[in-house]
């Protein structure tokens, strides 16, 4: 088990940015795949972004890919998203997820979660 703990949420003007963390404990982390998800009041939860144990290999989503950008500290068992040119539409509860397989963008895939940060962007 690893626990997880995101922070750096809260209101960001539209265009501006905004970075979160995600610290996680327990288990190796630089073993685990990390990968970070959204969910909106009233949405599907949705894929935005994940990174391999050594950042070989990294997945965004489309609503997100060339403004988001992830990345991750093993020295520090930290993943970052760093958040430009939000838009009103990235306002959402964002979590941060961890699995030991391959890289997925499938939340199902991933067995370890955090509690979550909220983003709201403004226009």
């Known amino acids: 088990q690893v626990q997880l703990v995101e922070s750096g949420g809260g209101l960001v003007q539209a265009g501006g940015s905004l970075r979160l963390s995600c610290a996680a404990s327990?288990?190796?982390?630089?073993?685990?795949?990390m990968g970070w998800f959204r969910q909106a009041p009233g949405k599907e939860r949705e894929f935005v972004a994940a990174?391999?144990?050594?950042?070989?290999?990294?997945y965004y989503g489309n609503s997100v890919k060339d403004r988001f950008t992830i990345s991750r500290d093993n020295a520090k068992n930290t993943v970052y998203l760093q958040m430009n040119s939000p838009k009103p539409e990235d306002t959402a509860v964002y979590y941060c997820?961890?699995?030991?397989?391959?890289?997925?963008?499938?939340?199902?895939?991933?067995?370890?979660w955090g509690q979550g940060t909220q983003v709201t962007v403004s226009s």
């Open positions: 990174i391999t144990w050594n950042g070989g290999a990294i």
């Open positions: 997820a961890a699995q030991r397989g391959i890289i997925s963008r499938r939340g199902d895939e991933y067995d370890n």
């Open positions: 327990g288990r190796t982390f630089s073993r685990d795949t």
